[in-house]
């Protein structure tokens, strides 16, 4: 068994702002693995709720973790042992992927075919940050031309107040109308639960698809308010890290957002799927600053879920992996055996 690290810069097109602040450049740490003549490839984005701000920390994590010993271990229980060890999600994710990817090389198999999961058939949001009413116009267009975007999802929660949302959200619809997409809305905890109340009922009268995370993490006893006669479905995505968390709020949300970065990989990420179910709840697939490598792998399940919101690196210029497009709205991984996602050979040659 090998295992190398590479770091990457990822150049965005545009810096994403949500509520929480702006997320320009960064860089993510991608894996190799390396055995018996295959090699898997993993990617892992730093984040400071995920535990680790740099690469070097998810490299320093995942170091320590390689040398407890992993061999001829299953996914399951490797992921037991990174959650004891405390190691961050962001870090496992990038082992994880990388994993899974060599299990399905080395079967022959597009990883969604070795997971009995179908091919991806729900179209991908392509995500408007925060911007500046008189902005939206001229982003909606070079977001959405030339595409086959089917769906828009709006950051609101600005640090201005619901009044900013609002105006901000009035272009969003006069720019949108040509383009036919739905629309839904992420608030990122940015509002007080009164807020989230009267802008629930608000964008309910416009048309939106679902609300995300209206209240901030660690605000979650107030969902109960919101749930009741709640005009919108309700997910939430920051209130649910681990599968351990579904069953926690089960009775006052309609579905929960996994993104690997935040669950630490593949493998919760199936059974946060398999959580969802048991509580009769809907899933959603999200990203954070990623390239193609980890786009792949959660397009690879993607099949198997909701409401996707796969599209970070539409957002790069340029993607230094390969592995997932748009085809009519929806983000799909190359059909060919692992995750379809590879890091190119002038990022680690």
């Not at 407890?68 to 496992?92: D, F, H």
């Not at 609002?166 to 720019?175: A, D, Y």
């Not at 007080?192 to 679902?210: I, K, P, Q």
């Not at 390239?291 to 210029?317: C, E, K, P």
């Amino acid at each position: 068994m090998e295992i190398n690290f590479h770091k990457v810069p990822l150049k965005k097109r545009f810096p994403l702002a949500i509520s929480r602040g702006v997320k320009g450049d960064s860089y993510n740490l991608f894996l190799s693995y390396k055995k018996e003549g295959f090699t898997g490839w993993g990617e892992g984005a730093p984040g400071k709720s995920e535990r680790a701000t740099t690469v070097e920390e998810i490299q320093n994590q995942l170091t320590i973790f390689i040398e407890t010993g992993i061999a001829a271990l299953s996914p399951e229980k490797l992921n037991l042992r990174a959650k004891e060890m405390n190691i961050s999600p962001c870090a496992y994710a990038a082992f994880d992927i990388a994993f899974w990817d060599w299990k399905a090389k080395k079967a022959g198999l597009p990883l969604h075919q070795l997971l009995k999961i179908p091919t991806p058939t729900v179209p991908t949001s392509l995500t408007l940050g925060i911007i500046p009413p008189e902005q939206v116009k001229d982003r909606i267009t070079l977001l959405l031309e030339k595409t086959t975007a089917k769906a828009l999802k709006v950051k609101l929660g600005a640090p201005e107040g619901i009044e900013a949302d609002q105006e901000m959200f009035v272009k969003v619809l006069e720019s949108t109308q040509k383009y036919n997409v739905k629309i839904r809305v992420d608030a990122n905890g940015g509002w007080s639960t009164e807020a989230a109340l009267f802008m629930m009922r608000w964008l309910a009268d416009r048309g939106v698809d679902y609300i995300e995370q209206p209240l901030e993490e660690g605000q979650e006893s107030e969902l109960k308010y919101l749930y009741k006669n709640r005009p919108l479905p309700l997910y939430i995505d920051e209130s649910c890290r681990f599968a351990e968390d579904v069953g926690k709020w089960a009775d006052c949300i309609d579905g929960v957002n996994m993104k690997l970065m935040k669950c630490g990989g593949i493998t919760e990420a199936l059974q946060i799927i398999k959580n969802a179910k048991k509580y009769g709840l809907k899933t959603m697939i999200g990203c954070m600053s990623e390239s193609s490598v980890s786009i792949a792998a959660a397009a690879s399940l993607s099949g198997a879920i909701d409401q996707i919101d796969l599209d970070a690196h539409y957002n790069l210029a340029p993607d230094p992996s390969t592995g997932a497009q748009l085809v009519d709205g929806i983000t799909l991984p190359d059909i060919k055996p692992g995750h379809g996602g590879t890091l190119k050979p002038e990022y680690y040659a």
